[in-house]
């Protein structure tokens, strides 16, 4: 199998992982985001990716990068100890991914 053909297959595994998920709990607002920093890293050129994003979801820039954003930040936040997303609004991850780790903090303690 050439690069290109496996390439194309993990991308289509993950559109296929991503797809059921655009309804969206917490968690999937988080697991859509990982799997979409993948697709980026697998894509080399941004158009491409946001051609990738669009033509599988329909979605846009500000989109795809509010979902990378909740990956981003709560990894870098929490590591392995992920907070259990599951209570909480997909919109209010978005916003809890631009706030300082103290408030952060205090809408995860709440929310559990």
């Known amino acids: 199998m050439n690069a290109i053909t496996i390439v194309e297959t993990?991308?289509?595994?993950?559109?296929?992982?991503?797809?059921?998920?655009?309804?969206?709990?917490?968690q999937d607002v988080y697991d859509i985001g990982v799997?979409?920093?993948?697709?980026?890293?697998?894509?080399?050129?941004?158009?491409?990716f946001l051609s990738w994003c669009y033509e599988q979801f329909g979605m846009g820039k500000s989109s795809a990068y509010n979902f990378m954003?909740?990956?981003d930040?709560?990894?870098e936040r929490y590591g392995d100890n992920l907070p259990?997303?599951?209570?909480?609004?997909?919109?209010?991850?978005?916003l809890l991914a631009e706030a300082n780790e103290?408030?952060?903090?205090?809408?995860?303690?709440?929310?559990?």
């Open 102 to 112: 103290t408030v952060t903090d205090a809408a995860i303690s709440i929310s559990d």
């Open 73 to 75: 930040v709560f990894e």
């Open 84 to 94: 259990n997303f599951g209570n909480i609004a997909p919109s209010a991850l978005y």
């Open 69 to 71: 954003k909740v990956a």
């Open 35 to 48: 799997a979409l920093r993948e697709a980026h890293g697998l894509l080399t050129a941004e158009r491409q």
């Open 10 to 26: 993990r991308l289509q595994e993950l559109a296929e992982n991503i797809r059921p998920r655009l309804k969206r709990s917490g």
